[in-house]
């Protein structure tokens, strides 16, 4: 069995802050990437960050680039998502996903990932 329990959403004006984190549990513990997706009403998942575990890598959409930051905790399996400079359109349902067999893959496709969380909603208004 494989958790995944994200939280700190919730509601922001334009230009502020929010923290997201996820736990794993489970057999989601021995993830090699972890990353993070929204979705608005009537779009498609959207990749938004994700952090590899074995490399350190890190990596973010366009539209989130220098104003997102994916960090991890290994002691708490916990990895979190700053966001900062929040816009109306970050405005979305934030899931956290991990994968557990081993790369390759793209890390922006939700179809590379094992698992997901139930996510989070977040609003930012104008």
């Known amino acids: 069995q494989a958790q995944l329990e994200e939280s700190g959403g919730g509601f922001v004006q334009a230009g502020g802050s929010l923290r997201f984190s996820c736990v794993a549990s489970g057999r989601a513990v021995s993830y090699y990437v972890m990353g993070w997706f929204r979705q608005a009403p009537g779009k498609e998942r959207e990749f938004v960050a994700a952090?590899?575990?074995?490399?350190?890598?890190?990596y973010y959409s366009d539209s989130v680039k220098g104003r997102f930051t994916i960090s991890r905790d290994r002691a708490k399996n916990t990895v979190y998502l700053q966001m900062n400079s929040l816009k109306p359109e970050d405005t979305a349902t934030y899931h956290c996903?991990?994968?557990?067999?081993?790369?390759?893959?793209?890390?922006?496709?939700?179809?590379?990932?094992?698992?997901w969380g139930q996510g989070t909603q977040v609003t930012v208004s104008s």
């Open positions: 996903a991990v994968r557990i067999r081993p790369p390759p893959g793209s890390t922006t496709l939700p179809s590379f990932y094992d698992y």
């Open positions: 952090t590899n575990r074995r490399t350190d890598s890190t």
